[in-house]
């Protein structure tokens, strides 16, 4: 298995299946619909924050707008380039990347989020046909609880998404434990 966050040429599932790596050397590769990949990552840095106290933000990310779809490969690939090298980017489904945020608390997890927003999309994508299309995103965050099992951070990372594109898109929603 290899380690959270670690490049490699490509990731084979447990029932054989293989999945490919975008890769930029700026940046972490971006795992495709790895499901071994993203529950490996996520227990990992589970691991790190009991053990080191710190925390970490994941985030469900995608891009909005009409040509969101057409754009997804490039999306994935700038957005890997500008982390850093020790966060990890997961192609979670077919229309969103999963992004795991190391050392990132509450307290910052917004600022970071908005400045890899508008690093991401405040240039124009290439699509097919020497085309270029712009696109926005929307992104659903959760602070990493230790406390908690890894099922319920990705359920409340998937929540906030999912009320970030009930505003039409565009938005950054935090999850937060109800009062």
């Known amino acids: 298995m290899r380690a959270f966050g670690e490049r490699t040429e490509g990731v084979a599932a447990a029932n054989g299946a293989s ?5 930029d050397d700026s940046g972490p590769a971006v795992v495709d619909n790895d499901p071994v990949a993203i529950v490996t990552g996520l227990r990992g840095e ?4 009991r053990q080191t ?14 040509n969101a779809a057409k754009v997804m490969d490039a999306f994935g690939r700038r957005f890997a380039a500008k982390l850093r090298s020790y ?3 997961y192609r979670f489904a077919d229309d969103k990347y999963l992004v795991m945020l190391p050392r990132v ?9 908005k400045r890899l927003r508008t690093q991401v999309i405040g240039e124009p994508f290439p699509i097919a046909g ?12 959760t602070i990493v609880d230790s406390t908690a099992p ?21 938005s950054i929603c935090m999850w937060t434990p109800q009062l």
């Open 105 to 113: 608390g509450r307290e910052n997890a917004v600022g970071v989020i």
């Open 53 to 66: 106290h710190e925390s970490s933000c994941i985030c469900v990310v995608s891009p909005d707008g009409d």
């Open 19 to 23: 999945y490919g790596l975008v890769r």
């Open 150 to 170: 890894l099922h319920e951070h990705m359920d409340r990372a998937s929540e906030a998404h999912d009320w970030a594109l009930k505003g039409m898109g565009d």
């Open 130 to 141: 020497d085309g270029k299309a712009m696109v926005t995103a929307s992104f659903g965050a």
């Open 46 to 49: 589970l691991d790190r924050i």
């Open 87 to 89: 966060d990890a980017i």
